[in-house]
């Protein structure tokens, strides 16, 4: 499977932007959904996930309250709503998928390019 982030860009501090992964292929009811993100200099860090059957989502703590993920499961789509963005929210963002929950990159699979975030102050 390929999973294609797009929907990055610059915006000011206090805005929004709405993240899409696509998915090439179907994702099954077993899988789970993860977004994370990369600053330059910086590990590789989660951000939130959703099991693709239920719906249920997880948020890192930096980030509740404050992004949405959500699922299309017809589209094979997973979505990223981000409101009230920070500049530390700036990084290049990636969907990957995992087959059980997890925060830790090592277990999802199926990494994209990446999606560019600037928030600016």
């Known amino acids: 499977v390929q999973l294609q982030a797009s929907g990055g860009g610059l915006v000011l501090a206090g805005g929004s932007l709405r993240l899409s992964c696509a998915a090439s292929?179907?994702?099954?009811?077993?899988?789970?959904m993860g977004w994370f993100r990369q600053a330059p200099g910086k590990e590789r860090e989660w951000v939130a996930t959703?099991?693709?059957?239920?719906?249920?989502?997880y948020y890192a703590e930096s980030v509740k309250g404050r992004f949405t993920i959500s699922k299309e499961g017809a589209k094979n789509t997973v979505y990223l709503q981000m409101n009230s963005l920070r500049p530390e929210d700036t990084a290049v963002y990636y969907c990957?998928?995992?087959?059980?929950?997890?925060?830790?990159?090592?277990?999802?699979?199926?990494w994209g390019p990446g999606t560019q975030v600037t928030v600016s102050s």
């Open positions: 990957a998928r995992a087959t059980s929950y997890s925060t830790m990159p090592k277990d999802y699979g199926f």
């Open positions: 292929s179907r994702i099954y009811s077993s899988h789970l």
């Open positions: 959703i099991r693709w059957g239920s719906g249920l989502p």
